[in-house]
């Protein structure tokens, strides 16, 4: 597996010709999809990760998948280049950062939203609205559900996390009772 700061380098660099041709956001859907045949082929991740086999030999496999996968010519040597300095375990990670790289560029930003029960969606909308206003961004919400928070929801900005759940607050009421600050 490669570090983080390497990831981050290949991120930025394949966000900087993507930038510089227009065709950033493209490049990131085509290392997403890379990413999703990986996981799906495992055997053949494994074969074009493993550095026991030769790099010509994992570059004739990986050739021959980039020519029916049909990705943007910068995206397969963007590949093959990543392949060649025995990067290709963390494909996921540099994947990861380039979305990371593209929202900030898009103005962008993702949020969690955790729900008790399903939110309607004028609701939905409402909370997209004010968060927009709150971050100064397009917000792109990943909406989930879980029953033990009883009622409210949570919302996970980052590392901001504004928890506005029954839960919470049935636990802050029980703080307070514990520390006898209940007058």
């Known amino acids: ?23 950033y956001l493209e490049y990131g859907q085509n290392l997403n999809e890379f990413v999703g045949f990986c996981t799906a082929n495992t055997e053949f991740f494994q074969v074009i990760s493993n550095q026991i086999y030769s790099v010509s030999d994992r570059k004739k496999v990986l050739e021959a998948i980039l020519e029916k996968l049909s990705f943007h010519n910068v995206i397969n040597n963007f590949l093959k280049l990543v392949l060649e ?8 990670k540099i994947s990861d950062y380039y979305l990371g790289l593209t929202d900030e560029a898009s103005n962008i930003t993702r949020t969690e939203i955790i729900a008790a029960k399903p939110l309607k969606q004028q609701a939905l909308d409402k909370l997209l609205r004010t968060l927009k206003v709150l971050t100064s961004k397009e917000v792109k919400a990943e909406v989930k559900e879980d029953p033990s928070l009883i009622g409210g929801i949570v919302v996970k900005i980052g590392d901001l996390v504004l928890d506005g759940s029954v839960r919470a607050q049935i636990t802050g009421l029980q703080d307070l009772l514990k520390r006898g600050e209940y007058n």
């Open 1 to 23: 597996m490669i570090g983080s700061k390497i990831s981050r380098r290949y991120a930025k660099a394949l966000l900087s010709l993507g930038q510089e041709d227009g065709q």
């Open 85 to 92: 300095k025995n990067r290709m375990a963390g494909i996921e």
